[in-house]
């Protein structure tokens, strides 16, 4: 099952709002980056799952964004073990 994204918020643009999570949203990059070979031309987002934000790459860039499988979590102690994405279902809350 692929996981949808409606709007990205980049690696960059997380940095620039969250300078505190700099160093850690950078570490997490990083260590996505070793597990996904030919990922230069890929986008880097940051995502929230479970309260833990975590990075995770595009494999679709085109809305609604597909995001890969593979997501690195971090907070600001530390980069948590490569974790996967499960798709869950949800209503929509319309007001």
Avoid at 8 to 13: A, D, M, N, R, S
Avoid at 32 to 54: A, Q, R, S, W
Avoid at 56 to 77: G, I, Q
Wanted: aromatic share 16%; proline share 5%.
């Amino acid at each position: 099952m692929r996981s949808y994204i409606d709007n990205i918020y980049t690696v960059k643009e997380f940095q620039r709002d969250n300078p505190a999570l700099t160093e850690q949203a950078k570490r997490a990059l990083n260590y996505l980056k070793g597990y996904c070979p030919n990922c230069e031309d890929k986008t880097f987002v940051v995502i929230e799952v479970e309260g833990y934000k975590c990075v995770a790459y595009l494999t679709d860039e085109f809305a609604p964004y597909v995001l890969s499988d593979m997501v690195a979590p971090f907070d600001r102690e530390r980069i948590y073990p490569l974790q996967g994405l499960v798709t869950q279902y949800a209503f929509r809350r319309y007001h």
